[in-house]
Structures are given as C-alpha cells and as structure tokens.
C-alpha cells in the first residue's frame, strides 16, 4: 500500500538500541525504587512524581526517535523543535520525578551498597559534584550550549556528521540538567544561592534565549549552510523556516523560563503558613518475593532484548550525516539524489533518493526506483541495477537502497525512476579511494 506523505511521516520511527535500552532500564530501576520508597514514605513520594519522571523519558524517546529527529536535516523549524525537547522538557519532567533516590534503591541491593555507594561517598566525587551543581556554574553551562552550537560553524558540523549530531544533543541534555538543578532542587541538592535568586537566574537564561532567537528571526539570511543544499519538502522556504525556527525557540524557550519564575516570585511573596503537614509514615512493608524477581527479571531481559533486537534486526539507512549529490528536473519528476560525504570508501554505499512533483513540490512515496551503479572505464558493460525503497529508509518520504563500489575510482551512479507514463533517469558521479 501506498503512503500519503504525511503517512509516511508520521511512519518515520526509529529505536536506536541504546537510547532506548538505557531509557527502558531508568524507568524500570525508576518505577522498583519509587514502589519501594512509597510504601515508607509516602508523602515524599507521590504518584505525580513518578508520572513526572516517566513523562520525562518519553519525551526523551519523542526527541531523538520520532520523526521530529528523522527531519531534522530538511528543516530548521523540526530540528529546533528536537533542541528545546531536549533542553525546556525532559530535564524539568525528569528532575520533578526526584530520580536520585528511587534509582538509587531500584538497583539491587547489594551493587548499590557495595559498589555504587563507596563511590558517590568518596570525597572527589562529592567535590566535583559541588562544584558542577553550583547555580553559576550550571548557568554558564546552558547558555554556553546554546551560545555555541547554535553559531552556524558548529551547527553546520552538527548537520553534516552523525558524532558531532549525537555530541550536540548530549551537550544540550546534560547542560539542561545542569542548569535545572538549582531550580528544581531535587535530592540531594542544597540551597546555595538564596531562593530569591532563582526568578533572576531563570529570566537571565530566557535573555540568552531570546538573544538567539532573535539571531534566527532577524539575520537577513540563511545562516546554515546545509538548509540551503537540502530540498524543501513543503512550500515553506528556507528563509521562512528559519525564522519560524526562532519564533519556536523564543515561545517555548520563553515559556519554560518566565513561568517558573513568576510562580516562584508568588511562591516567594505570599504569606508564610505556620501549620506543618507532618509526613505519614507507614510501617515498612517487606518487598515480596515474587515482585523482587519479577522486577530483577524485566530490569535485565527487556533492556538486553531491546539491544539484540537493535543489533539483530535490518537498521534503516539514515540520511543525518548524508549530503546532497544531485538535485535535477528530470520528466515529471524533482530528483534529489543523498549518499554518504566525501570521501567515499570502496565498498557498500548507502544512497538515499527523494521524489517530488517538479511543479508542486509535494513528495511522492512509494514511485519504483532502481540504483545502477557503472564503471566509465568500460564501456557497454550492462550495469548492476537494485532497488530502493521506503522501507530500508529512517524517513519513509525517501526510496533508499545500498550500491556497491568494488574498487578504488570513479563510478557512474544512475537512478531511474518509473512511474507509469512517467519515468525519468538522472546520473550522479561518485569517486571511491581505498577502503580504509
């Protein structure tokens, strides 16, 4: 059957093994630790803390699985989008959730006491801990991230190499939680600047905020490179989603930060209630012995299921890293032809191909390609032809398949597309050096 484009979009998930593994184990150790905790302290552990944190890692899953990260390459807008889920929701959700302590205690027992424990007590540790957690540092340390990789040399590597993408993303998350620390004071934190500070902490971030939003909205120009190779895959121009890509930033980065801190300044102005809600504790309930297994077992097989299911199924071809080789009107068709960057390495090559209408623009899905890869050097030699299809491609809007250079030198890429009536065929040239 024949997706829609925006079927094929919205078909456009992917599971990276160890992202979703490492998320599948938090929520589980998560969840053991916050039953356990309950039962003794309820009053410190209630369920919206729990949802808090759940609600956190499946953003976290939204942000780097969906297909908000599958477009991020075609458009600025998306990949802002991807930024400020990274940055404005999964830290805050997360930290709510109160996680040191229900991880702590979802750990079997023995592993936290005798391994984890000696280690988060040892004075180095605990130092550097003091000192990555204070208000200033965790300050300089967003507005550092979103000061430097939102300058078009580092943003353009981002784009352009899948490290330095994952690095981008790592940065922002670690530099997010960082810098919510101090706001959202989780255990074990403590109070190092007065609680005062916080409104001003957090509308000077919404200043930086603004400051690169308003770099975006009002440049005059397209201030990354790539936007500029890749198709447009709506009537939206490259100008025009830029600046919605700042008007994203500024609301959501505006929202996340003002908020906050207009309820922490009444939270600070109203009058001080003297009455104190002791806290219920209940009689601590031994764990039972079938839960204690059952947990133990999900903690151990699901996480490793997810990762021999990662390693063992078919990984779709992403085009995050990839650059454009050919972009050319051919029949009825707007071909644009994606492979790996320069310099490619004699053997497997993965090569991506996006179908527009050559009037409207608008992307067809599902028209029969086939990838033909030649060697110049020997003329009438029939080529070997293959296949690309939706269904080995990350984002479903793209037919993508895997040629093969066999040797070092130039090759003659061909793509034809048939449809019907409409066919058309366009030629890329590729130069393979020795595999290294």
């Given amino acids: ?70 477009l991020d390459s075609f458009s600025l807008t998306d990949h802002m989008s991807q930024h400020m889920i990274l940055m404005m929701v999964v830290p805050p959700l997360v930290l709510l959730g109160n996680p040191m302590l229900p991880l702590f205690r979802g750990l079997p027992r023995p592993f936290a006491r005798r391994v984890l424990a000696p280690v988060l007590r040892w004075p180095p540790v605990l130092r550097f801990f003091r000192r990555i957690t204070h208000p200033a540092f965790c300050w300089l340390a967003l507005s550092t991230a979103m000061l430097g990789w939102h300058l078009p040399g580092p943003y353009d590597l981002a784009l352009r190499s899948d490290g330095w993408h994952e690095l981008e993303h790592a940065t922002f998350l670690i530099a997010s939680i960082l810098f919510w620390w101090p706001v959202v004071q989780p255990w074990p934190s403590r109070v190092r600047w007065p609680r005062w500070t916080v409104p001003v902490y957090l509308i000077l971030a919404d200043f930086v905020n603004t400051i690169v939003s308003a770099f975006l909205v009002f440049s005059g120009r397209i201030l990354y490179a790539p936007y500029l190779t890749f198709p447009r895959l709506g009537t939206l121009s490259a100008i025009s989603d830029q600046v919605l890509a700042g008007v994203v930033m500024w609301f ?18 109203a009058p001080q209630r003297g009455t104190h809600v002791p806290a219920r504790h209940g009689p601590r309930m031994p764990e039972s012995r079938f839960r204690r297994l059952a947990f133990s077992a999900l903690i151990l097989i699901l996480p490793l299921g997810v990762l021999a299911y990662g390693y063992l199924a078919p990984s779709g071809i992403d085009t995050d890293g990839n650059v454009v080789r050919i972009q050319q009107i051919s029949g009825p068709f707007r071909i644009t032809v994606l492979t790996e960057p320069d310099p490619l390495s004699a053997g497997p090559c993965d090569v991506s191909v996006l179908v527009q209408d050559r009037d409207t623009g608008e992307p067809i899905v599902g028209a029969p390609i086939r990838l033909a890869i030649e060697d110049p050097s020997v003329p009438n030699h029939p080529p070997t032809a293959m296949p690309a299809t939706s269904q080995t491609s990350s984002l479903k809007l793209l037919e993508s398949g895997r040629i093969n250079l066999p040797h070092r030198g130039d090759w003659s890429l061909r793509v034809f597309v048939g449809r019907g009536a409409g066919s058309a065929e366009v030629h890329a040239n590729l130069n393979a050096t020795a595999r290294d």
């Fill in 1 to 70: 059957m024949t997706l829609s484009p925006q079927q094929a979009i919205l078909a456009s998930w992917s599971f990276p093994p160890w992202v979703t593994a490492l998320d599948l184990l938090a929520v589980l150790l998560y969840v053991r630790g916050w039953l356990v905790l309950r039962r003794v302290v309820p009053s410190r552990f209630p369920a919206w803390r729990m949802l808090s944190f759940t609600g956190g890692i499946a953003a976290l899953q939204i942000a780097l699985c969906s297909p908000i990260d599958a």
């Fill in 252 to 269: 959501v980065g505006g929202f996340a930060f003002v908020l906050p801190a207009i309820f922490m300044l009444a939270k600070l102005l």
